[in-house]
């Protein structure tokens, strides 16, 4: 089974929301960060929000001020809530976990991806 699952994409129209949520399994431990990737077709994945354990967020600059990132505090899960959507959103999200391990690396896993699409 895929260790995280998202949902919550779809289709809306440019200035709609969509609200996006990931779930991590429960074999996956110790859990550092969680964030949201994106991938448009013919482009490579970029970053776009990670938030830490302790609940500090950073954003890609595309995207402050429309996209909150959240974690109730299972820490376990994450939400991607996307506001004022636009066509250049568009893309596979993906969301990524990363875990420590041993000589200060991390282990990282990611979700299948859920599809966003904004247009008219």
């Known amino acids: 089974q895929v260790q995280l699952v998202e949902s919550g994409g779809g289709l809306v129209q440019p200035g709609e929301s969509l609200r996006l949520s990931c779930v991590a399994a429960?074999?996956?431990?110790?859990?550092?960060?969680m964030g949201w990737y994106r991938q448009a077709p013919g482009s490579q994945r970029e970053w776009i929000t990670s938030i830490s354990s302790r609940g500090t967020a950073t954003y890609r600059d595309s995207v402050k001020g429309r996209f909150t990132i959240s974690m109730p505090g299972a820490q376990k899960q994450v939400y991607l809530q996307m506001n004022n959507l636009t066509p250049e959103d568009t893309a596979t999200y993906f969301c990524?976990?990363?875990?420590?391990?041993?000589?200060?690396?991390?282990?990282?896993?990611w979700g299948q991806g859920t599809q966003v699409n904004v247009a008219s």
């Open positions: 429960g074999n996956i431990r110790d859990i550092e960060t």
């Open positions: 990524h976990a990363a875990t420590p391990t041993s000589f200060g690396e991390h282990k990282h896993y």
